[in-house]
């Protein structure tokens, strides 16, 4: 190729070896030169540009900008791309436009030997690249998705395990409420003479329909198919809402649940998803003594680790966990009960990393295993 | 006495619950006490107290079968009718083959609930009261000598005092005066009077 009836020299050879676009424009922004990877992108002749402002390559956003950043270099040597690379459009002959990194220097006025000083732009298109980041955050973005679906899956399954808990949990209050009705019916039947007389009866009335309604609150906010939102959460009263429903299962199997909560502090995660894993591990623990005589205790403790990490851990006293199984208890499928999926485990594993944390089993020095897992802490939590 | 002021005893881990049973008991105008589990109430329980349990089935730790249980081995007759949830039938089912006076599920209609603590105490207080006679007439057979034992036996075997005396070797009058004492500590009239006494303890 031929600038200017000049020869085809090494330099203009390398110019038009180079991969990414090269421009050459003077201090108003007049094209000097262009190398072949310029016409390729952006669908000129090399005749075409030369001599036109750098602009024509620019949406007009950009271009709008331009001759005041030149203007303003020019005259004070306030950098803006200069020296530095950065992302921006270009726009093609057909009007198109698309992803490039553009990054310029500026080449001194006595190199040029009184040419006047110019600057040299480097161009890449990004539209590859773009597209294939495109492509992995939604491939990502489906994957959360799915994980969530999941969870939630898994959420309601939990919850349906533990159907008879539940019940139970809303029938104490329904049978109290009962009862303080029939009883305030008798005593207005006998005679009643201070009416005043029923208003404990008729608070307490109220106050267990309050109960019954929270047990449906908390279920209904579990149960809930909501997107990852990790925000500080106060970590005890994490652990507190959601024993709350695991007290369901652990009654009806006559265990009892011990809480050993470190001082108050603020975890950076999604609480639901975290409150998840938690049930599953004491459900687990409270299944695991099923057969156990007595001293059916699970041990729920949180703590600190250190500046950004904190740690809640399910101790039980229950069965165990083989040594031999001890690696796989968190792969899919697995698992050693006669109804079950074998996924809560996993599925707890990817709720714990999805907080940014870890999880893990160990073998008490006694009986039963202990399940821990990390959690980050909120910044000054 | 005692016997026209029966205890109904209730037990349930439940706060509410115990509390809702504690104030429907006083509006039938029961006498009540609320335990708030099996364990705390077979620390303090007497048998001398006649009444009923009301009693939770399912509760951490001691169960209500497992008070069933407890309550049988230590002697115990008074009636147990259980308050059951919604899972617990089998439960309950084998509650009520040991010997458990009814069930009723969660929530319960009151007048079902007053009809089985009426039951309950009429059958515990008769059951109170024919012990109290067997005692009774133990303690007055504990008081004759052996000679005297060896007539009543004789006496509610039929026999007639000239056979009593051929029989033990006596004089026709001793066996009239022992047997006139069987009958003065017996604190029977009449022979009929004393065979009926008797059947109690048979």
């Given at each position: 190729m031929k600038l200017d009836g000049a020869p085809y020299d090494l330099f203009s050879a390398v110019l038009d070896a180079a991969v990414d676009g090269i421009v050459v424009i003077d201090k108003q922004g007049a094209i000097q030169r262009v190398n072949q990877a310029i016409t390729r992108m952006f669908g000129y002749e090399s005749e075409e540009l030369v001599g036109?402002?750098?602009?024509?390559?620019?949406?007009?956003?950009?271009?709008?900008?331009?001759?005041?950043?030149?203007?303003?270099?020019?005259?004070?040597?306030?950098?803006?791309?200069?020296?530095?690379?950065?992302?921006?459009?270009?726009?093609?002959?057909?009007?198109?436009?698309?992803?490039?990194?553009?990054?310029?220097?500026?080449?001194?006025?006595?190199?040029?030997?009184?040419?006047?000083?110019?600057?040299?732009?480097?161009?890449?298109?990004?539209?590859?690249?773009?597209?294939?980041?495109?492509?992995?955050?939604?491939?990502?973005?489906?994957?959360?998705?799915?994980?969530?679906?999941?969870?939630?899956?898994?959420?309601?399954?939990?919850?349906?395990?533990?159907?008879?808990?539940?019940?139970?949990?809303?029938?104490?209050?329904?049978?109290?409420?009962?009862?303080?009705?029939?009883?305030?019916?008798?005593?207005?039947?006998?005679?009643?003479?201070?009416?005043?007389?029923?208003?404990?009866?008729?608070?307490?009335?109220?106050?267990?329909?309050?109960?019954?309604?929270?047990?449906?609150?908390?279920?209904?906010?579990?149960?809930?198919?909501?997107?990852?939102?990790?925000?500080?959460?106060?970590?005890?009263?994490?652990?507190?809402?959601?024993?709350?429903?695991?007290?369901?299962?652990?009654?009806?199997?006559?265990?009892?649940?011990?809480?050993?909560?470190?001082?108050?502090?603020?975890?950076?995660?999604?609480?639901?998803?975290?409150?998840?894993?938690?049930?599953?591990?004491?459900?687990?623990?409270?299944?695991?003594?099923?057969?156990?005589?007595?001293?059916?205790?699970?041990?729920?403790?949180?703590?600190?680790?250190?500046?950004?990490?904190?740690?809640?851990?399910?101790?039980?006293?229950?069965?165990?966990?083989?040594?031999?199984?001890?690696?796989?208890?968190?792969?899919?499928?697995?698992?050693?009960?006669?109804?079950?999926?074998?996924?809560?485990?996993?599925?707890?594993?990817?709720?714990?990393?999805?907080?940014?944390?870890?999880?893990?089993?160990?073998?008490?020095?006694?009986?039963?295993?202990?399940?821990?897992?990390?959690?980050?802490?909120?910044?000054?939590? | 006495m005692f016997d026209d002021n029966p205890l109904v005893v209730i037990i349930d881990d439940d706060d509410s619950v115990r509390e809702a049973l504690l104030f429907l008991m006083k509006s039938m105008e029961l006498h009540a006490v609320a335990f708030s589990s099996a364990r705390e109430y077979l620390s303090k329980y007497e048998n001398d107290v006649p009444g009923c349990i009301v009693s939770d089935i399912r509760m951490p730790g001691t169960s209500g079968l497992a008070l069933q249980q407890e309550l049988s081995e230590r002697g115990s007759t008074t009636p147990i009718i259980f308050i059951t949830g919604h899972g617990d039938i089998p439960m309950a089912v084998e509650a009520i083959k040991k010997g458990a006076e009814d069930f009723l599920t969660k929530p319960f209609c009151d007048q079902k609930l007053l009809d089985c603590i009426n039951s309950a105490i009429e059958k515990d207080r008769y059951r109170r009261r024919e012990q109290k006679k067997i005692q009774s007439i133990n303690s007055r057979l504990a008081t004759l000598t052996r000679r005297e034992h060896q007539v009543l036996e004789m006496v509610a075997a039929g026999k007639s005092n000239k056979a009593i005396a051929a029989a033990l070797n006596l004089s026709h009058r001793t066996i009239e005066v022992h047997r006139s004492h069987v009958m003065e500590k017996m604190k029977v009239s009449t022979l009929t009077d004393l065979l009926v006494l008797l059947q109690g303890v048979a």
């Open positions: 036109k402002n750098i602009k024509i390559l620019m949406p007009g956003t950009d271009s709008d900008q331009h001759d005041n950043h030149l203007g303003r270099f020019n005259k004070t040597g306030m950098r803006k791309v200069i020296g530095i690379g950065r992302e921006l459009n270009g726009q093609k002959k057909d009007k198109h436009c698309f992803p490039i990194h553009v990054s310029v220097g500026h080449i001194e006025d006595d190199l040029l030997a009184g040419n006047g000083s110019c600057f040299i732009g480097i161009i890449r298109d990004l539209t590859l690249q773009k597209h294939n980041e495109q492509q992995a955050q939604k491939k990502e973005a489906e994957i959360q998705q799915l994980r969530e679906r999941l969870a939630h899956v898994a959420r309601i399954s939990t919850l349906g395990e533990m159907v008879t808990g539940i019940a139970h949990e809303i029938n104490q209050p329904l049978a109290a409420i009962t009862s303080y009705a029939q009883g305030c019916s008798r005593m207005i039947n006998a005679g009643l003479k201070d009416p005043a007389d029923l208003l404990p009866a008729l608070s307490e009335v109220s106050a267990q329909a309050e109960r019954a309604g929270k047990v449906i609150i908390g279920i209904r906010n579990f149960s809930k198919n909501s997107q990852l939102i990790r925000q500080p959460c106060d970590c005890n009263e994490l652990v507190k809402d959601v024993v709350v429903l695991a007290e369901l299962h652990a009654r009806e199997l006559g265990v009892s649940l011990v809480l050993e909560l470190a001082d108050d502090f603020v975890v950076m995660v999604d609480a639901i998803q975290v409150q998840q894993v938690v049930l599953n591990l004491i459900n687990n623990a409270i299944e695991s003594m099923f057969d156990a005589a007595s001293d059916k205790v699970v041990i729920i403790k949180t703590r600190r680790l250190d500046s950004t990490t904190a740690e809640v851990s399910v101790c039980d006293s229950g069965a165990g966990v083989d040594v031999k199984l001890q690696d796989q208890v968190f792969d899919s499928f697995f698992t050693t009960k006669d109804s079950g999926l074998g996924m809560g485990l996993s599925i707890c594993q990817s709720l714990v990393e999805a907080q940014g944390g870890q999880i893990r089993l160990s073998r008490n020095p006694g009986r039963g295993c202990t399940f821990s897992f990390t959690l980050p802490t909120a910044a000054g939590g | -």
